[in-house]
């Protein structure tokens, strides 16, 4: 069974500082996804940024990237130039590529972005 | 377009009650998941809908809970009878049907707060 570890409970950090957000995870699958999901304040979910396993470049989306190292199964999530509003909870999943399709997530990490 | 909407936003029942939750899909997305959250804890897999046809109910706890997902469309999810360790938040999320190997991402709803007194 795969598991995702966030061993971050919460986290503050100033505004326009650089912030990052560990996860690990453990499974036996070669080819799976790893996501990085926010839920503000206002309890809607979203999706911040997805990586393919098979993918050697990290992803990035703005002001988010990810370092993957798939050899020590770790997916950190980095945050430039931190806003007031990346304020949430930030959860880190996997799903395997082959077979069910859900998504394993970890504890949640609690960041708030300080004025 | 509309997102993932789910119904109630929050709901309080007695023990013993039952309770039904509904959630409304991305119009067009064949796949619908339900998760939940008790307090403290990851998120956690229910089950997971392809159309109408339940796919993987692996995460269902006990045979209290009872999901449902007519003609394809909306979502429900009954809890009968109700128990203290229900209390939690619900979600509800959906994505487009994906082609063998790619896993198309899940668009989640606000949730359902559920508090069970």
């Known amino acids: 069974a795969q598991t995702v570890t966030q061993s971050q409970p919460e986290m503050s950090v100033q505004e326009a500082e650089t912030v990052t957000l560990s996860c690990t995870y453990d499974t036996s699958e070669n080819n799976y996804y790893l996501f990085w999901y926010k839920q503000p304040p206002s309890r809607q979910m979203i999706l911040v940024i997805r990586?393919?396993?098979?993918?050697?470049q990290n992803a990035t989306e703005n002001r988010f990237s990810v370092n993957f190292q798939k050899a020590a199964k770790s997916f950190s999530l980095k945050i430039s130039d931190s806003q007031l509003g990346d304020t949430a909870m930030y959860f880190c999943?996997?799903?395997?590529?082959?077979?069910?399709?859900?998504?394993?997530f970890g504890q949640g990490t609690r960041l708030t972005i300080n004025p | 377009e509309a997102g993932v909407t789910q119904f109630p936003s929050h709901s309080v029942i007695e023990k013993g009650q039952t309770v039904t939750l509904r959630c409304d899909p991305i119009s067009g997305h064949d796949n619908l998941y339900w998760y939940r959250r008790v307090m403290g804890k990851e998120i956690k897999f229910l089950l997971h809908f392809v159309k109408e046809s339940k796919q993987d109910e692996s995460g269902m706890p006990n045979n209290r809970f009872l999901a449902e997902r007519t003609g394809g469309t909306y979502s429900t999810l009954k809890v009968q009878p109700a128990e203290l360790e229900d209390s939690g938040v619900y979600f509800c999320?959906?994505?487009?049907?994906?082609?063998?190997?790619?896993?198309?991402?899940?668009?989640f709803g606000p949730g359902t707060r559920l508090l069970v007194l």
């Open positions: 999320a959906s994505s487009q049907f994906g082609l063998a190997g790619v896993r198309e991402t899940q668009y």
């Open positions: 990586q393919e396993a098979y993918k050697q």
């Open positions: 999943a996997f799903m395997k590529i082959q077979g069910a399709q859900k998504l394993v």
